[in-house]
């Protein structure tokens, strides 16, 4: 089986393909790999000699993943890459998304609920956390 | 760089004053005996003990059974109107701490107990 993973002028992997004729897919580079390979845990970091590579940790680290929603107690993301995107969404409120402009960033909540807290920063696995806010 | 998880006001005192009456449902109906809390407000066991006093003595068990609903009722009342009190409290707040504040100060006073 010929597999081929499809990727972008900064080595993200668009999409994977698998066939005869890479070829026919224009617009995109294109390297041979294994079937492991896949768009959410590799990428290629070098795209003068692509190599399909697994994506590195991401390195950002929350201090707990439970607050009290007194709008005083807070959660705080550490090490953060910078210019990652930060999305949070929960049950009672809007989605939220900024850009994260330094390392860390504290939270504080004053609604309760449940919340889906990503960060995420090409070429990073994405970190994700669940965090209770009663 | 911080970030605040908030809605506007009335919308944080709508929020806590619903949870409120939820968990006093709650505490009310799952907490205590139902069975009990609802011999006192809907099979109404009161009620004809209380035309049956208008003319014979109640026997003991009897007396002792409409004395315990009342007190039951009693009880209801008092927690429905704590949570009367504190709900002047959650719309009277301005920010989510005074919120939490009023929420904290709700008492719950449990079931009398059947005699």
Known sequence: ?134 | MQIRVTKPLTDLQNDNYNKLKEDLYNFIIITNDFPEWKQANFLDNWSSLAVKELSVTLLPTELTEKNYIESVREWKNNLLAERDRVKVDIFAATDIAGIRTAIDSFTYTNMPVKP
């Open chain 1, 1 to 134: 089986m010929n597999i081929y993973a499809f990727y972008s002028v900064n080595g993200e992997i668009t999409n994977i393909y698998t066939g005869t004729q890479p070829e026919m897919q224009t617009g995109f580079a294109y390297i041979n790999c294994g079937i492991e390979v896949n768009d959410t845990l590799y990428y290629i970091p070098d795209t003068a000699s692509p190599v399909p590579t697994a994506k590195p940790t991401n390195p950002t680290t929350i201090d707990k993943t439970t607050v009290i929603a007194d709008g005083v107690d807070k959660i705080t993301l550490s090490s953060i890459p910078l210019n990652s995107t930060i999305d949070l969404t929960g049950d009672n409120i809007s989605p939220i998304q900024d850009t994260a402009t330094s390392s860390t960033i504290d939270f504080t909540f004053d609604v309760t609920g449940t919340y889906n807290l990503k960060v995420d920063l090409f070429p990073y696995l994405p970190f994700e956390a669940v965090i209770n806010a009663n």
